[in-house]
């Protein structure tokens, strides 16, 4: 069990004004690099801040310069045991209230037949996303459209948890993101 002290919170800082921070989480370097790509190609009308890391919890002593996370990303590789390792591990290092609309799951190379040679079993990544109420979005990332609609998709669910679009809540996201 985590301590208070090393959980990550989401609201532990004051939210800024027409900005929006995500933190990416998955263990390979170069899934992460290409959806913040993506996500940084796409015009805005707020500011985003993107960090990156392959597990939590993240190092304490940068905590002071760290922003207020508006929306966690778990990248799961379903052809890496070690991806989905390294997010059961680091999801008991969020705080409870990520688990209200500002979690998302993004599953990598199970589609398009490739299902059968996954290592992880999609189940089992249906069942994580399950039991957190969090959105799951299976994604190959394997070509520039696949990899831009990811992106967009993360875009409209981090505009919802940062407060950017009015009247909308994050526990939106949960509803109509569940298992697409």
Known sequence: MARNADLLQPFDRM?????ASVLLVGSEESHRELIANAILREKMDFELKIHMTTSLPLPF???HLRPRFDMVVFLINLHNQHSMTSVNTSISLLGASFFLG???F???KGMHGKIQHCIVDISSVKE????YHSPLIHTELENEDDVM???KR???MLKICAGLVPGISSLYNGSITKNV
């Open 102 to 104: 500002k979690v998302c």
């Open 149 to 151: 609609c990811t992106a």
């Open 61 to 63: 002593e940068r905590q």
């Open 106 to 108: 993004l599953a990598t």
């Open 128 to 131: 994580l996303a399950d039991t």
């Open 154 to 156: 993360l875009i409209n």
């Open 15 to 19: 939210p800024v004004l027409n900005v």
